[in-house]
T-cell receptor
Framework: GAGVSQSPRYKVAKRGQDVALRCDPI?????LFWYQQALGQGPEFLTY????????KSGLPSDRFFAERPEGSVSTLKIQRTQQEDSAVYLC??????????FGQGTRLTVV | AQSVTQLGSHVSVSEGALVLLRCNYS??????LFWYVQYPNQGLQLLLK??????LVKGINDFEAEFKKSETSFHLTKPSAHMSDAAEYFC???????????????FGTGTRLTIIP
Protein backbone atom coordinates (compact mmCIF):
# COMPACT_ATOMS: atom_id res chain seq x y z
CA GLY A 1 0.00 0.00 0.00
CA ALA A 2 0.90 3.66 -0.12
CA GLY A 3 1.61 3.93 3.57
CA VAL A 4 1.36 2.19 6.92
CA SER A 5 -2.26 1.54 7.71
CA GLN A 6 -3.60 1.00 11.22
CA SER A 7 -7.05 -0.07 12.29
CA PRO A 8 -9.21 0.80 13.99
CA ARG A 9 -8.34 4.47 14.22
CA TYR A 10 -10.25 4.77 17.48
CA LYS A 11 -11.17 2.13 20.01
CA VAL A 12 -13.09 2.48 23.23
CA ALA A 13 -12.85 -0.51 25.53
CA LYS A 14 -14.38 -1.23 28.89
CA ARG A 15 -11.89 -2.03 31.61
CA GLY A 16 -11.16 -5.74 31.53
CA GLN A 17 -11.99 -6.15 27.85
CA ASP A 18 -9.48 -7.62 25.38
CA VAL A 19 -8.55 -5.56 22.32
CA ALA A 20 -6.67 -6.23 19.09
CA LEU A 21 -5.00 -3.51 17.08
CA ARG A 22 -3.96 -4.12 13.50
CA CYS A 23 -1.04 -2.78 11.49
CA ASP A 24 -0.62 -3.16 7.74
CA PRO A 25 2.95 -2.16 6.91
CA ILE A 26 4.21 -0.89 3.58
CA UNK A 27 4.52 -3.80 1.20
CA UNK A 28 7.98 -5.34 1.30
CA UNK A 29 9.04 -3.73 4.56
CA UNK A 30 10.77 -6.32 6.68
CA UNK A 31 11.03 -4.32 9.89
CA LEU A 32 7.99 -3.46 11.99
CA PHE A 33 7.80 -1.57 15.27
CA TRP A 34 5.06 -0.86 17.78
CA TYR A 35 5.18 2.22 19.98
CA GLN A 36 2.87 3.48 22.73
CA GLN A 37 2.26 7.22 23.04
CA ALA A 38 0.56 8.38 26.20
CA LEU A 39 -1.14 11.76 26.24
CA GLY A 40 1.41 14.56 26.25
CA GLN A 41 4.35 12.19 25.96
CA GLY A 42 6.67 10.97 23.26
CA PRO A 43 6.24 7.52 21.75
CA GLU A 44 7.77 4.67 23.73
CA PHE A 45 9.05 1.49 22.13
CA LEU A 46 7.04 -1.66 22.70
CA THR A 47 8.31 -4.35 20.34
CA TYR A 48 10.15 -5.03 17.06
CA UNK A 49 9.75 -7.63 14.32
CA UNK A 50 12.04 -8.54 11.50
CA UNK A 51 9.83 -10.45 9.10
CA UNK A 52 7.90 -12.86 11.33
CA UNK A 53 10.51 -12.99 14.06
CA UNK A 54 9.92 -10.90 17.16
CA UNK A 55 13.47 -9.83 17.92
CA UNK A 56 12.82 -7.40 20.74
CA LYS A 57 9.86 -7.24 23.10
CA SER A 58 11.62 -5.49 25.93
CA GLY A 59 9.20 -2.55 25.87
CA LEU A 60 6.00 -4.50 26.44
CA PRO A 61 4.78 -3.19 29.82
CA SER A 62 3.22 -6.40 31.09
CA ASP A 63 2.30 -9.92 30.10
CA ARG A 64 -1.12 -8.59 29.13
CA PHE A 65 0.49 -7.21 25.99
CA PHE A 66 1.17 -9.57 23.12
CA ALA A 67 2.18 -8.93 19.51
CA GLU A 68 2.44 -11.18 16.51
CA ARG A 69 3.32 -11.04 12.85
CA PRO A 70 2.79 -14.62 11.69
CA GLU A 71 3.44 -14.21 7.97
CA GLY A 72 5.90 -11.37 8.15
CA SER A 73 3.44 -8.78 6.92
CA VAL A 74 0.38 -7.72 8.94
CA SER A 75 0.94 -7.39 12.67
CA THR A 76 -1.52 -7.44 15.54
CA LEU A 77 -0.98 -5.99 18.99
CA LYS A 78 -3.26 -7.58 21.53
CA ILE A 79 -3.97 -6.24 24.98
CA GLN A 80 -5.75 -8.51 27.41
CA ARG A 81 -7.82 -7.34 30.37
CA THR A 82 -7.35 -3.69 29.49
CA GLN A 83 -6.68 -1.21 32.27
CA GLN A 84 -7.11 2.56 32.32
CA GLU A 85 -3.36 3.06 32.14
CA ASP A 86 -3.41 1.34 28.74
CA SER A 87 -5.20 4.37 27.29
CA ALA A 88 -2.82 5.79 24.68
CA VAL A 89 -2.17 6.07 20.98
CA TYR A 90 -0.52 2.95 19.61
CA LEU A 91 1.75 3.66 16.67
CA CYS A 92 3.07 1.19 14.16
CA UNK A 93 6.09 1.85 11.96
CA UNK A 94 7.71 -0.14 9.18
CA UNK A 95 10.95 0.10 7.26
CA UNK A 96 13.09 -1.70 4.73
CA UNK A 97 15.77 -1.87 7.41
CA UNK A 98 18.31 0.14 5.49
CA UNK A 99 16.27 3.32 5.51
CA UNK A 100 13.93 5.37 7.62
CA UNK A 101 10.85 4.06 9.32
CA UNK A 102 7.41 5.17 8.17
CA PHE A 103 4.74 5.65 10.82
CA GLY A 104 1.04 4.96 10.62
CA GLN A 105 -1.58 7.35 11.97
CA GLY A 106 -2.02 5.28 15.07
CA THR A 107 -4.90 3.76 16.99
CA ARG A 108 -6.23 5.80 19.87
CA LEU A 109 -7.30 3.44 22.64
CA THR A 110 -9.48 4.74 25.43
CA VAL A 111 -10.23 2.42 28.33
CA VAL A 112 -13.28 3.41 30.35
CA ALA B 1 21.19 3.37 27.52
CA GLN B 2 19.96 6.26 25.45
CA SER B 3 17.74 9.24 26.19
CA VAL B 4 16.84 12.63 24.83
CA THR B 5 15.74 15.77 26.61
CA GLN B 6 13.72 18.41 24.85
CA LEU B 7 13.92 21.76 26.57
CA GLY B 8 10.61 23.55 26.47
CA SER B 9 7.38 21.67 26.08
CA HIS B 10 5.82 24.70 24.38
CA VAL B 11 7.48 27.22 22.08
CA SER B 12 5.77 30.17 20.43
CA VAL B 13 7.29 32.23 17.65
CA SER B 14 5.97 34.89 15.35
CA GLU B 15 5.40 34.12 11.71
CA GLY B 16 8.63 34.86 9.84
CA ALA B 17 10.79 34.58 12.96
CA LEU B 18 13.54 32.07 13.66
CA VAL B 19 12.45 28.71 15.01
CA LEU B 20 14.77 27.03 17.54
CA LEU B 21 13.77 23.77 19.22
CA ARG B 22 16.28 22.31 21.63
CA CYS B 23 17.32 18.69 22.03
CA ASN B 24 20.07 17.20 24.13
CA TYR B 25 20.90 13.52 24.05
CA SER B 26 22.60 10.97 26.21
CA UNK B 27 24.05 7.81 24.71
CA UNK B 28 26.62 5.27 25.78
CA UNK B 29 27.27 4.40 22.13
CA UNK B 30 27.59 6.58 19.03
CA UNK B 31 24.10 7.79 18.23
CA UNK B 32 21.93 8.41 15.27
CA LEU B 33 19.63 11.38 15.86
CA PHE B 34 16.29 12.29 14.34
CA TRP B 35 13.67 14.99 14.36
CA TYR B 36 10.06 14.04 13.69
CA VAL B 37 6.98 16.22 13.28
CA GLN B 38 3.47 15.19 14.26
CA TYR B 39 0.41 17.04 13.05
CA PRO B 40 -2.88 16.53 14.91
CA ASN B 41 -4.33 13.06 14.45
CA GLN B 42 -1.52 12.06 12.14
CA GLY B 43 1.49 9.81 12.37
CA LEU B 44 5.07 10.92 12.77
CA GLN B 45 6.87 12.30 9.76
CA LEU B 46 10.65 12.36 9.55
CA LEU B 47 12.06 15.88 9.17
CA LEU B 48 15.74 15.02 9.14
CA LYS B 49 18.31 12.59 10.49
CA UNK B 50 21.94 12.59 11.54
CA UNK B 51 23.74 9.39 10.63
CA UNK B 52 27.34 10.58 10.97
CA UNK B 53 27.85 11.68 7.35
CA UNK B 54 27.72 15.42 8.11
CA UNK B 55 27.17 17.34 11.33
CA LEU B 56 24.88 19.92 9.71
CA VAL B 57 21.82 18.15 8.44
CA LYS B 58 19.21 19.69 6.15
CA GLY B 59 15.70 18.35 6.10
CA ILE B 60 12.34 19.03 4.56
CA ASN B 61 10.55 22.38 4.69
CA ASP B 62 13.81 24.32 5.28
CA PHE B 63 14.46 22.75 8.66
CA GLU B 64 18.02 21.94 9.65
CA ALA B 65 19.85 20.64 12.70
CA GLU B 66 23.44 20.54 13.79
CA PHE B 67 25.02 17.65 15.67
CA LYS B 68 27.38 18.97 18.35
CA LYS B 69 29.11 16.13 20.12
CA SER B 70 30.86 18.41 22.62
CA GLU B 71 27.49 19.77 23.72
CA THR B 72 25.56 16.52 23.21
CA SER B 73 23.01 18.58 21.32
CA PHE B 74 20.96 18.33 18.15
CA HIS B 75 18.90 21.51 18.03
CA LEU B 76 16.38 22.05 15.25
CA THR B 77 16.18 25.39 13.47
CA LYS B 78 14.29 27.08 10.67
CA PRO B 79 15.12 30.61 9.53
CA SER B 80 11.56 31.80 8.98
CA ALA B 81 8.50 30.28 10.62
CA HIS B 82 5.38 29.59 8.60
CA MET B 83 1.88 29.09 9.93
CA SER B 84 1.94 25.54 8.59
CA ASP B 85 4.86 24.71 10.93
CA ALA B 86 2.53 24.62 13.92
CA ALA B 87 2.76 21.04 15.19
CA GLU B 88 4.41 18.79 17.79
CA TYR B 89 8.10 18.08 17.26
CA PHE B 90 9.95 15.10 18.64
CA CYS B 91 13.66 14.50 18.89
CA UNK B 92 14.74 10.85 18.89
CA UNK B 93 17.91 8.80 19.22
CA UNK B 94 18.91 5.33 18.15
CA UNK B 95 22.07 3.29 18.11
CA UNK B 96 24.43 3.79 15.24
CA UNK B 97 24.40 0.86 12.88
CA UNK B 98 24.53 -0.12 9.26
CA UNK B 99 20.77 -0.52 9.06
CA UNK B 100 19.31 2.27 11.14
CA UNK B 101 15.86 1.35 9.97
CA UNK B 102 16.18 -1.73 12.17
CA UNK B 103 16.94 0.22 15.32
CA UNK B 104 14.32 1.22 17.85
CA UNK B 105 13.93 4.90 18.56
CA UNK B 106 13.97 6.58 21.95
CA PHE B 107 11.91 9.76 21.81
CA GLY B 108 11.85 12.93 23.83
CA THR B 109 8.64 14.22 25.34
CA GLY B 110 8.02 16.62 22.48
CA THR B 111 7.79 20.37 21.91
CA ARG B 112 4.57 21.95 20.75
CA LEU B 113 5.32 24.78 18.34
CA THR B 114 2.79 27.58 18.02
CA ILE B 115 3.09 30.21 15.31
CA ILE B 116 1.78 33.68 16.11
CA PRO B 117 0.34 35.51 13.09
Amino acid sequence: GAGVSQSPRYKVAKRGQDVALRCDPISGHVSLFWYQQALGQGPEFLTYFQNEAQLDKSGLPSDRFFAERPEGSVSTLKIQRTQQEDSAVYLCASSLGTSKAFFGQGTRLTVV
Amino acid sequence: AQSVTQLGSHVSVSEGALVLLRCNYSSSVPPYLFWYVQYPNQGLQLLLKYTSAATLVKGINDFEAEFKKSETSFHLTKPSAHMSDAAEYFCAVSRMGANFGNEKLTFGTGTRLTIIP
